[in-house]
Nanobody, 123 residues
Framework: QVQLVESGGGLVQAGGSLRLSCLAS????????MGWFRQAPGKEREFVSA????????YYADSVKGRFTISRDNAKNTVYLQMNSLKPEDTAVYYC????????????????WGQGTQVTVSS
Protein backbone atom coordinates (compact mmCIF):
# COMPACT_ATOMS: atom_id res chain seq x y z
CA GLN A 1 0.00 0.00 0.00
CA VAL A 2 0.99 3.60 -0.57
CA GLN A 3 -0.02 6.51 1.59
CA LEU A 4 -0.03 10.02 0.16
CA VAL A 5 -0.32 13.08 2.38
CA GLU A 6 -0.76 16.53 0.89
CA SER A 7 0.12 19.77 2.66
CA GLY A 8 0.56 23.43 1.87
CA GLY A 9 -2.97 24.44 1.04
CA GLY A 10 -4.59 27.53 2.48
CA LEU A 11 -6.22 30.87 1.79
CA VAL A 12 -4.46 33.30 -0.50
CA GLN A 13 -5.40 36.45 -2.38
CA ALA A 14 -5.61 36.49 -6.15
CA GLY A 15 -2.16 36.89 -7.63
CA GLY A 16 -0.52 35.13 -4.72
CA SER A 17 1.38 31.88 -4.52
CA LEU A 18 1.23 28.56 -2.71
CA ARG A 19 3.42 25.49 -2.75
CA LEU A 20 1.77 22.14 -2.27
CA SER A 21 3.70 19.10 -1.14
CA CYS A 22 2.80 15.44 -1.29
CA LEU A 23 4.72 12.99 0.86
CA ALA A 24 4.53 9.34 -0.10
CA SER A 25 5.13 6.44 2.25
CA UNK A 26 4.69 2.71 2.15
CA UNK A 27 5.50 0.76 -0.96
CA UNK A 28 8.18 2.24 -3.13
CA UNK A 29 7.01 4.54 -5.89
CA UNK A 30 9.85 3.72 -8.19
CA UNK A 31 8.83 4.26 -11.81
CA UNK A 32 5.54 5.82 -10.69
CA UNK A 33 4.12 8.88 -12.36
CA MET A 34 2.84 11.40 -9.83
CA GLY A 35 -0.06 13.66 -10.58
CA TRP A 36 -2.02 16.53 -9.13
CA PHE A 37 -5.76 16.84 -9.62
CA ARG A 38 -8.30 19.26 -8.22
CA GLN A 39 -11.99 19.29 -7.53
CA ALA A 40 -14.11 22.37 -7.04
CA PRO A 41 -17.55 22.21 -5.40
CA GLY A 42 -20.13 20.77 -7.75
CA LYS A 43 -17.54 19.90 -10.38
CA GLU A 44 -15.75 16.76 -11.43
CA ARG A 45 -12.17 16.09 -10.43
CA GLU A 46 -9.88 17.48 -13.08
CA PHE A 47 -6.27 16.99 -14.10
CA VAL A 48 -3.77 19.68 -13.14
CA SER A 49 -0.29 18.31 -13.72
CA ALA A 50 1.77 15.13 -13.87
CA UNK A 51 5.44 14.18 -13.78
CA UNK A 52 7.10 10.89 -14.64
CA UNK A 53 9.58 9.12 -12.37
CA UNK A 54 12.67 10.69 -13.92
CA UNK A 55 11.04 14.06 -14.44
CA UNK A 56 11.65 13.76 -18.17
CA UNK A 57 7.99 14.17 -19.04
CA UNK A 58 5.82 16.82 -17.49
CA TYR A 59 2.25 17.69 -18.37
CA TYR A 60 -0.02 20.57 -17.43
CA ALA A 61 -3.65 21.41 -17.95
CA ASP A 62 -4.03 24.38 -20.26
CA SER A 63 -5.64 26.34 -17.45
CA VAL A 64 -2.47 26.28 -15.34
CA LYS A 65 0.30 26.36 -17.93
CA GLY A 66 2.77 29.12 -17.23
CA ARG A 67 1.55 29.54 -13.66
CA PHE A 68 2.05 26.15 -12.00
CA THR A 69 5.23 24.08 -11.81
CA ILE A 70 5.40 20.44 -10.79
CA SER A 71 8.56 18.83 -9.47
CA ARG A 72 9.60 15.81 -7.47
CA ASP A 73 12.38 14.73 -5.14
CA ASN A 74 12.53 10.96 -5.31
CA ALA A 75 15.04 10.74 -2.48
CA LYS A 76 12.45 12.40 -0.25
CA ASN A 77 9.46 10.61 -1.78
CA THR A 78 7.90 14.00 -2.29
CA VAL A 79 6.22 15.75 -5.20
CA TYR A 80 5.57 19.47 -5.26
CA LEU A 81 3.23 21.84 -7.01
CA GLN A 82 4.32 25.46 -7.07
CA MET A 83 1.32 27.63 -7.85
CA ASN A 84 1.86 31.24 -8.84
CA SER A 85 -0.46 33.98 -10.07
CA LEU A 86 -3.37 32.22 -8.43
CA LYS A 87 -6.88 33.03 -9.57
CA PRO A 88 -10.23 32.59 -7.81
CA GLU A 89 -11.05 29.83 -10.30
CA ASP A 90 -8.12 27.83 -8.91
CA THR A 91 -10.10 27.37 -5.70
CA ALA A 92 -10.54 23.64 -5.13
CA VAL A 93 -9.41 20.67 -3.13
CA TYR A 94 -6.11 19.54 -4.57
CA TYR A 95 -5.29 15.85 -4.63
CA CYS A 96 -2.00 14.08 -5.10
CA UNK A 97 -2.05 10.75 -6.91
CA UNK A 98 0.39 7.97 -7.78
CA UNK A 99 0.08 5.98 -10.96
CA UNK A 100 1.99 3.69 -13.27
CA UNK A 101 5.04 4.34 -15.36
CA UNK A 102 3.01 5.92 -18.17
CA UNK A 103 1.81 9.44 -17.52
CA UNK A 104 -1.92 9.96 -17.61
CA UNK A 105 -4.26 12.92 -17.47
CA UNK A 106 -7.18 10.76 -16.41
CA UNK A 107 -8.08 9.77 -12.88
CA UNK A 108 -8.29 6.15 -13.98
CA UNK A 109 -4.56 6.23 -14.60
CA UNK A 110 -3.82 6.58 -10.89
CA UNK A 111 -4.06 3.94 -8.21
CA UNK A 112 -3.31 5.79 -5.00
CA TRP A 113 -4.78 9.06 -3.83
CA GLY A 114 -4.23 11.44 -0.96
CA GLN A 115 -6.97 12.99 1.14
CA GLY A 116 -6.60 16.37 -0.48
CA THR A 117 -5.72 19.86 0.67
CA GLN A 118 -7.97 22.89 0.31
CA VAL A 119 -6.80 25.85 -1.73
CA THR A 120 -8.94 28.97 -1.59
CA VAL A 121 -8.14 32.03 -3.67
CA SER A 122 -9.98 35.21 -2.78
CA SER A 123 -10.64 37.98 -5.28
Amino acid sequence: QVQLVESGGGLVQAGGSLRLSCLASGRTLIWSTMGWFRQAPGKEREFVSAITWGGDRIYYADSVKGRFTISRDNAKNTVYLQMNSLKPEDTAVYYCAAGGSMASMATIGYTYWGQGTQVTVSS
